[in-house]
C-alpha cells in the first residue's frame, strides 16, 4: 500500500523560505515521476512541480527561479524548497505518485496521478 505524508508547511513572512518534504512508504519510489500541487480555497488543484524517477524537473511558471524539487531516493522522500515565498503561494500543498511507472514524460495534471498525500498547509503573510 502506498502512503505519503508531508510536512515542512507552516507561517512566513512574504520572501522567507519552506522546505516541504513528502515520505514515501513502499518499493515504488524509485520508478516513478513524483509530483507537488497546490490548492487555495475556492480554486482548483494545480501543479507546481514535478520530478521524473531518473532526475528531470519540470515547474509551473509562477515558481519558476524560486522553487526547487528534488528527491532522495534512498530515503523515499521528495522535498519542494521554497524561496522568496509570496502571498499567493499560499495554499495546501500535496504531494501526489504519477501512475506510469518510468513515465517518459513529466506529467502536469493532477488526474495522471493516482496517489496522494493529506497536505499540508503553507501560509504566506505581506
Known amino acids: 500500500q502506498v502512503q505519503l505524508v508531508e510536512s515542512g508547511g507552516g507561517l512566513v513572512q512574504a520572501g522567507e523560505s519552506l522546505r516541504l518534504s513528502c515520505a514515501a512508504s513502499?518499493?515504488?519510489?524509485?520508478?516513478?515521476?513524483m509530483g507537488w500541487f497546490r490548492q487555495a480555497p475556492g480554486k482548483e488543484r494545480e501543479f507546481v512541480a514535478a520530478i521524473k524517477w531518473n532526475g528531470p524537473t519540470s515547474y509551473t511558471d509562477s515558481v519558476k527561479g524560486r522553487f526547487t524539487v528534488s528527491r532522495d531516493n534512498a530515503k523515499n522522500t521528495v522535498y519542494l524548497q521554497m524561496n522568496s515565498l509570496k502571498p499567493e503561494d499560499a495554499a495546501i500543498y500535496y504531494c501526489?505518485?504519477?501512475?506510469?511507472?518510468?513515465?517518459?514524460?513529466?506529467?502536469?495534471?493532477?488526474?495522471?496521478?493516482?496517489?496522494w498525500g493529506q497536505g499540508t498547509q503553507v501560509t504566506v503573510s505581506s
Open positions: 513502499g518499493r515504488f519510489f524509485t520508478s516513478y515521476t
Open positions: 501526489a505518485v504519477d501512475s506510469v511507472r518510468r513515465s517518459a514524460v513529466l506529467p502536469t495534471a493532477p488526474l495522471r496521478y493516482n496517489y
